[in-house]
């Protein structure tokens, strides 16, 4: 499909193409999207399994050689906080500043998120509920040129804010011995307790399931490409997981009086993160989309990716022009996107009408980047339209909740008939058995 | 496996083994207790999933054909709030009364529940959380005699306290036309909009993907066999689902002043759920272990899930006889139960010891039949260990959130440098020029 997209993308072509709403054109281009969604692959599930299984079965000794097999290396690589300290103080001054303004905001955006128990309190009795942080988190970095600080920062923020009490990253471990210091040093300034040089399918068997050296953890969290992404989605239940991640998107909500070098800028800062991205224009005005088509051409042609550009622009990106801005606000509904930017006149109006979307961009200075490094709200979000019903990830995505209840012997006693009439109703008289045990004799 | 444990349990064995701690015995033990919890089964899955591709593909007619063919009925019952009504005022006072109670108390509790949106604002930008209802839900309620008025209280309360607009209950349609009254007078209670008739597998296709008559919903929630199961499980990402659920199980803490009356009742009410429930009794007390069961044969004798009953306790019940409270504790917290009970002379000082567990019952009069039913916190919990990491159904479990951000010029100048800098580290040139993109002209 790559290789297609290429030739057919010529640098005479524009990138993006333009369609007009009619009910059916942008309908049968909205299900087009929907084939972006990975179907799950039945050789790599099979593949991973055996993976999970064996890592299941022999530990160690299996992820030594998985570690062998397919990252080239002897043995397990192991970081503590002291490493991630020595990589910080390698780090560039530019850089180090950078990620502490970003650690600084992300963190404040999270707090607000922190959730207390609470309880309802009688004379007789009390109950309520209690909340506590995950024991241990597994935050999956993929290994090589993927590799982002970024992705260190916005997981391990919201975990350690929630009270996790230790959180490890599991990521490849390198031939030459070397890590990436930008993720060590997001490490460190994020409070990541240990790093464990093991990647791929292997890496998250060893998370959920434990190994003799390595405790199994109670939730992974992070990107991963397919095989991380197969084993992730084969463990839950074992341990929890983030969510089942999709090619991502955004949406761009604009209208005549939006700057199209603007737009054209964003739609590409999202094409250019891979070839299944996609990133789709919604406007009132078709002098507005056209004018967004050259302006892509224009500042394509000096960024590195931009064979990745074209291709996921070509093959997932459209400017839709719309009857109306009731008209884009339905259609963005539809989509739930991962982003949506609205770069109206009034974006705070359209606002209320939103229901679907991971995170919403108001305005023409908060570009969809502001927030993936640095606004301060999450970046991993619901992607191909689950923004329907999952949220980003947050505080509560790393604390678990638990009931209790306290009755005395009187506050029993008045529910009693009432408890044993439901019961027999529904024909455990095992469980009505139980409560008037306790007021015979 | 049953037939098994039919005929080596006769009426004068005891039904509970006692266990004494050694550190092997009572881990062997454990490790059998996660044999419980099923594999996928792949003849099922397969079977389900091509019910699931039928309903996908030909909507209505498919689902019409399955009707007829697992439940042998030609149409789809489709009832609402008007049929609910009639079916309330059928209802004998008595039920009447205990649905009210237990309603009003439910919803007291979920009430605490719900979650505000927030923002941070400054003069120069601003960000925040938006809270929202899912649009649709759909309530699984199990067909025949497995077919609860709680399970409904249970779900739609939180799900009509979160704003669901949308609360639909999705049960097979029976031959006769006559579903069950207590069922219909509890979607009356709880404010349930509509049920259709079409339960199994091709039940949950209907509610994930929708037809040409019935819209999709965002979630699935309830309990149901294992094709219901299955389906949740491999529809979870077109929409969400509550959780992946196993085998019940309780544990119970005694010490030598727990009453062994009460601990075999309790005991009892969740072995008579099915033969793959779990009840655990983990005490200080050899004595006790030892009243416990007599009393468990004497209470048993009376009660009409009898084999039920004495199958579950003889395959996964056990006592356990502790060195120490402190041991029973960190026993339960590895187990990580649906239902902890603590029955010792000073439960809430455990309290603060238990880590894992789903619903916790202190004292001698919260026996856990109270918190299926009445007492107001959720009785959909996290089994077989789970709650290691889920959480109980809650409000929670049917909003989703949207992040928002909207930067001024000055403020998205204040800090575009160190997100330039971020971005062209993660080799993303694309996301820095849509920052610089707006400082240059």
């Known amino acids: 499909m790559n290789m297609k997209n290429q030739t057919s993308c010529t640098d005479d072509e524009p990138y993006l193409k333009i369609i007009k709403t009619d009910g059916f054109v942008e309908s049968d281009y909205l299900s087009n999207l929907q084939k972006r969604i990975c179907q799950n692959d039945k050789r790599i599930e099979s593949e991973v399994r055996s993976i999970l299984d064996n890592i299941k079965d022999f530990g160690d000794s299996a992820l030594l050689e998985y570690n062998k097999k397919f990252d080239g290396v002897d043995n397990i690589q192991r970081l503590t906080q002291e490493d991630f300290k020595k990589a910080y103080d390698n780090t560039p001054n530019d850089l180090k500043r950078a990620l502490n303004g970003a650690f600084k905001r992300i963190k404040s955006f999270h707090k607000k998120q922190l959730e207390k128990g609470y309880s309802i309190k009688t004379n007789s009795y009390e109950l309520g509920q209690i909340v506590r942080g995950l024991s241990r988190v597994g935050i ?31 990521t490849p471990s390198q031939k030459n011995g070397i890590l990436n210091n930008d993720i060590l040093a997001a490490a460190y300034v994020a409070g990541v307790d240990e790093l464990i040089g093991v990647g791929g399918a292997h890496g998250i068997a060893a998370a959920a399931y434990g190994t003799q050296t390595i405790p199994k953890v109670d939730k992974i969290v992070g990107p991963g490409n397919i095989y ?70 224009k500042q394509t042609q000096f960024l590195s990716r931009k064979t990745i550009i074209k291709n996921s622009l070509s093959s997932f990106g459209c400017a839709i022009v719309c009857k109306s801005l009731d008209e884009a606000t339905f259609i963005a509904n539809e ?55 999952f949220s980003p990830l947050s505080v509560s995505s790393f604390v678990k909740k638990m009931q209790f209840v306290n009755y005395n012997k009187r506050a029993l006693e008045e529910v009693k008939d009432d408890i044993i009439c439901i019961a027999k109703r529904e024909g455990f008289d095992g469980h009505a058995n139980s409560i008037s045990v306790r007021f015979t004799n």
Chains 1, 2 share one sequence.
Do not use: W
């Open 228 to 297: 991380v992404a197969t084993a992730k989605r084969l463990v839950y239940g074992v341990c929890d997981i983030d969510m089942i991640a999709g090619p991502s998107e955004i949406v761009i909500i604009a209208d005549e009086f939006s700057n199209p070098e603007y737009i054209a800028a964003d739609l590409i800062s999202q094409a250019e993160h891979d070839v299944l991205a996609s990133a789709i224009l919604l406007t009132s005005s078709l002098s507005v989309a056209e004018k967004t088509v050259e302006c892509i051409s």
């Open 335 to 389: 989509i739930a996107p991962e982003h949506l930017e609205i770069l109206t006149e009034n974006p705070n109006i359209l606002l209320g009408t939103i229901k679907n979307a991971g995170s919403v961009f108001l305005g023409e200075y908060s570009p969809e980047p502001l927030g993936d490094y640095y606004a301060g709200a999450n970046h991993v979000l619901p992607t191909s339209g689950t923004a329907r019903f």
């Open 140 to 170: 999956y970095i993929p290994g090589g040129t993927a590799s982002y600080p970024s992705t260190v920062l916005m997981n391990a923020i919201p975990a350690k804010l929630a009270g996790v009490e230790q959180i490890v990253i599991f």
